[in-house]
Nanobody
Framework: QVQLVESGGGLVQAGGSLRLSCAAS????????MGWFRQAPGKEREFVTA????????DYIDSVKGRFTISRDITKNTVNLQMNSVKPEDTAVYFC?????????????????????WGQGTQVTVSS
């Protein structure tokens, strides 16, 4: 069993930065593919970024490329999302998710169904 807890959300002005963190218990995250998803009001949850279990592969949706960075902190057993140059359209609840299969595939990591553990989410609000 893996428990995921997100933190770091809050209110930030457009153009500012925020750092989200996803802490895990019950399993070492270095053995999991990890993803960040977000859900804006009235919209479906969407993929934002993912990192492979070994950290060698990352991917981002086009709208956050060059602004967001996903990373791991092995010593703290966390996965982080550095959000720079945020925009009002980044406003959403952000969820981290873990895929414990150990199998990284470009055809899988963008799908919610790939991930078997989810956090409760953290709210990010970007003011204009």
């Amino acid at each position: 069993q893996v428990q995921l807890v997100e933190s770091g959300g809050g209110l930030v002005q457009a153009g500012g930065s925020l750092r989200l963190s996803c802490a895990a218990s019950g399993r070492t995250l270095s053995s999991c593919n990890m993803g960040w998803f977000r859900q804006a009001p009235g919209k479906e949850r969407e993929f934002v970024t993912a990192i492979s279990w070994g950290g060698g592969s990352r991917d981002y949706i086009d709208s956050v490329k060059g602004r967001f960075t996903i990373s791991r902190d092995i010593t703290k057993n966390t996965v982080n999302l550095q959000m720079n140059s945020v925009k009002p359209e980044d406003t959403a609840v952000y969820f981290c998710a873990a895929d414990t299969s150990g199998y990284w595939s470009s055809s899988r990591y963008r799908s919610e169904a790939t991930y078997n553990y989810w956090g409760q989410g953290t709210q990010v609000t970007v003011s204009s």
